[in-house]
């Protein structure tokens, strides 16, 4: 419907354009909305360009006026200071009219109404980067030039909404199809426009609540954080897995005749071959993108049917497949598709601004609308939604009986929600799964409505050529009642014997903090025979010495194993019918890992849990962790106690007095404490702290000095905030934050001169 009505619009504009008369642009000029020209790191504001011409009035006199026009080229000086979005049409109440001649035709008026509705787009918005400073934006158009500058300052009035809702770590999973999920999470690059909130992947309770009719209005003070919807079925021969974006919105800078709505959910289908492996092998992913469904082949074998391929998939640096997702109508397509603006080989998105998401099993929140490598979470349908569905309230609307061709199984006497309960714009015009269509098979009766992704074995036989052999009998689709477990990856079908020595590795999800003293790293695994395993940082890495390959089932840790001899180290085993041994203890030696062993001597697998604990905040006195009473004489400083080197291994400053050298992987913001010959490290926000690394040249001055910090590496801010002086016990304060999603690695030297 949406696509029809900017047809309509377009030849409209097409039929009337050559009739008019065509003002020449004298000037342009450039306006912030609001107006100040003041914006705060990583924060937005838009800009507007106008466009002026000259025409002669009825007494012959030269009349400077306002006219329609579009298709301004931007730059930023400088480039790297700022991202500008795609056009759209000004939003707010506009200040100032545009030409309309006294003696105007019907074919002018019509002209204006059609160029006001689809033509005229005059404006970006403007985002900060992380640099303080000035940024110019400049504005060409048909020769003329206008620019502005704003200010880029951490004292700009916050612009920002405060979210109201925040969502802990989810619980670990019980779906045995979770790790297959997990595995081919797609690589997602997320176009953004001028309302990213609408754009950012979202769950559907996002403003904790479980109404699908206050989704509009909720969506900038919602949770931002990222989450992915996914559904698991099973053939003989291939799994089949969904995947669902959600939005609080389908918008568009002209939102007429239903072309918007509340509430937006597309998805994609992977066809994957069961060949033996572990994970099996991708054959095809298909897209959907406003009720047409878009083909892509990762097995050259496959062909065309009803519906031809579309293009190669292609893959993230991850290896997992990756799709580009519009703005506002949130349409989705292969990487590498002609509609997709996004290239993956430069990470840049042609229209302006995006975010990427990556699998982290965390669900991160976007720092601005052009981040990248944003982590997203994983959420099981059957039990967000599908459970729901029988249930009274606001979430669903427009129930219906599926009515499957060709003879397929069908839901028993059961209607089923077509939509999700909305009432801005259009009513009731987002869709779960179970009640997506494609256009080209509905219309030529080859699948009903919901019939793709309900039976997506079918539906692909009949759109597309499958290499033999292609089962359609189901093990696994609960949607259509069968409810039996199958070859779940690292079950049923996992190889057998013999040992494979395959290598599982598993980053551990953040669990939060735990009461009391002491820091947990609890690994949660399904194992078979003989698995070794190593725990280093928050990686767990497990070889199956014998039998099938360890299966994650929900490993966390409140804090990552530190780069230091802890403190009581202790290994507990808490569920698991074998034996489980502590081979290695971490030490400097081992590169602080943790060696264990898990002999399951019964036949088939079974569920470990076990618990590696130390105390929080201290290291082994006497040890590699600072030498003797280092935790003793830590405690009166705040955050973790940090191992010392002196062996050489950093850069150091050199040439000066004495000098303290840093690094480590940082994701948020971080403080260090320094005093003496000891360093302490405290989290402010955002993740564990990976691979820290200091040095002293000699101990910190307890007299006065002159210091000077040097940044070396990292994209955030490293700022001195207090120097050593008498008040405050002669202790120096760095704080250090990353803006970006994911880790960075920073690196400075603080030098000081005594007597200055």
């Not at 609890?522 to 010495?545: G, K, M, N, P, S």
Request: aromatic content about 10%; hydrophobic content about 35%; overall charge neutral.
């Amino acid at each position: 419907m949406k696509r029809a009505v900017g047809l309509l619009m377009m030849f409209c504009w097409v039929g009337v354009s050559g009739l008019t008369a065509r003002v020449a642009v004298s000037e342009i000029t450039l306006r912030t909305v609001p107006q100040e020209l003041r914006v705060r790191p990583t924060e937005s504001i838009v800009i507007q360009m106008k466009a002026y011409g000259q025409v002669t009035d009825r007494a012959g006199q030269p009349q400077r006026v306002r006219i329609r026009r579009s298709d301004a080229v931007y730059s930023l000086s400088p480039a790297d200071g700022a991202w500008l979005s795609k056009p759209f049409r000004f939003q707010g109440a506009d200040d100032e009219p545009f030409h309309a001649s006294d003696n105007a035709s019907l074919v002018d008026l019509i002209f204006d109404r059609v160029t006001d509705a689809t033509i005229i787009q005059d404006c970006v918005l403007f985002t900060a980067g992380h640099r303080i400073g000035d940024v110019t934006v400049t504005a060409t158009l048909e020769g003329k030039r206008a620019a502005l500058t704003i200010r880029v300052a951490g004292d700009a009035p916050s612009r920002r909404t405060p979210e109201t809702a925040n969502f802990a770590a989810e619980s670990a999973s019980a779906d045995p199809y979770r790790p297959l999920a997990e595995h081919y999470a797609p690589f997602i690059a997320q176009e953004t426009w001028f309302h990213p909130k609408a754009d950012y992947l979202a769950r559907f309770d996002f403003d904790k609540n479980w109404y699908g009719d206050d989704n509009w209005a909720n969506a900038d003070t919602g949770s931002s954080q990222a989450y992915v919807y996914y559904a698991v079925m099973e053939t003989e021969t291939h799994w089949f897995l969904i995947y669902n974006l959600f939005h609080p919105r389908d918008y568009s800078d002209k939102c007429v005749a239903g072309t918007c709505h509340e509430n937006d959910n597309e998805g994609l289908i992977l066809t994957v071959a069961k060949d033996g492996g572990r994970w099996g092998r991708l054959q095809a992913m298909e897209t959907l993108a406003h009720n047409n469904v878009y083909s892509y082949r990762a097995d050259r074998q496959v062909g065309t049917g009803v519906h031809d391929i579309d293009g190669e998939v292609q893959f993230g640096a991850d290896k997992r497949p990756a799709v580009y997702v519009e703005s506002g109508g949130h349409g989705i397509f292969g990487v590498g598709d002609p509609r997709a603006r996004y290239e993956l080989a430069a990470d840049r998105f042609g229209s302006g601004t995006g975010v990427t998401y990556r699998y982290k099993g965390k669900a991160e929140r976007p720092k601005h609308p052009n981040d990248r490598q944003v982590g997203y979470e994983l959420l099981p349908i059957r039990d967000q939604w599908w459970a729901r569905t029988n249930q009274a309230g606001r979430m669903f609307a427009d129930y219906y009986t599926y009515a499957p061709y060709g003879e397929r199984p069908g839901i028993a006497g059961r209607q089923i929600p077509r939509a999700f309960l909305g009432r801005e714009m259009g009513a009731n015009m987002a869709k779960p799964f179970w009640g997506w269509h494609d256009d080209l098979t509905r219309r030529k009766k080859v699948l009903a409505t919901g019939q793709w992704a309900l039976d997506p074995a079918y539906s692909i036989s009949r759109a597309l050529t499958m290499p033999q052999p292609f089962a359609v009998e189901y093990i696994h689709n609960p949607y259509l009642g069968f409810d039996r477990v199958g070859q779940a990856p690292g079950r049923e079908g996992a190889s057998s014997g013999g040992g494979t020595g395959e290598e599982v590795v598993i980053t551990a999800r953040s669990a939060g903090r735990v009461s009391g003293d002491r820091e947990q790293f609890d690994i949660r695994l399904e194992a078979d025979e003989l698995l070794l395993v190593r725990v280093q940082d928050d990686t767990v890495r497990c070889v199956a010495e014998k039998g099938r390959p360890a299966l994650d089932q929900g490993t966390a840790c409140s804090a990552p194993l530190p780069p230091y001899t802890p403190t009581g180290f202790r290994m507990d085993t808490l569920d698991g019918r074998g034996d489980v041994r502590l081979l290695e203890p971490p030490s400097a030696a081992n590169g602080f890992t943790a060696t264990l062993r898990i002999e399951d001597s019964k036949k088939g697998s079974d569920r470990y849990h076990v618990r590696l604990s130390w105390a929080a905040g201290a290291v082994t006195p006497g040890g590699d962790g600072g030498g003797s009473g280092a935790a003793e004489r830590a405690a009166e400083l705040p955050g973790l106690s940090l191992p010392v080197s002196t062996d050489g291994s950093i850069q150091t400053a050199g040439g000066a007095e004495g000098f303290f050298d840093f690094q480590a992987r940082v994701d948020g913001t971080v403080e260090l404490w320094l005093r003496g010959g000891r360093a302490n490290l405290q989290v402010i926000s955002g993740d564990f702290v990976k691979q820290p690394k200091c040095a002293f040249s000699q101990t910190l001055p307890a007299r006065p000095a002159s210091f000077d910090l040097k940044r070396w590496e990292g994209r955030g801010d490293i700022r001195l905030l207090e120097t050593p002086g008498a008040a405050n016990g002669w202790t120096a304060r760095i704080r250090i934050s990353d803006p970006g999603s994911g880790d960075d690695l920073y690196r400075f030297t603080l030098s000081w001169q005594i007597g200055r």
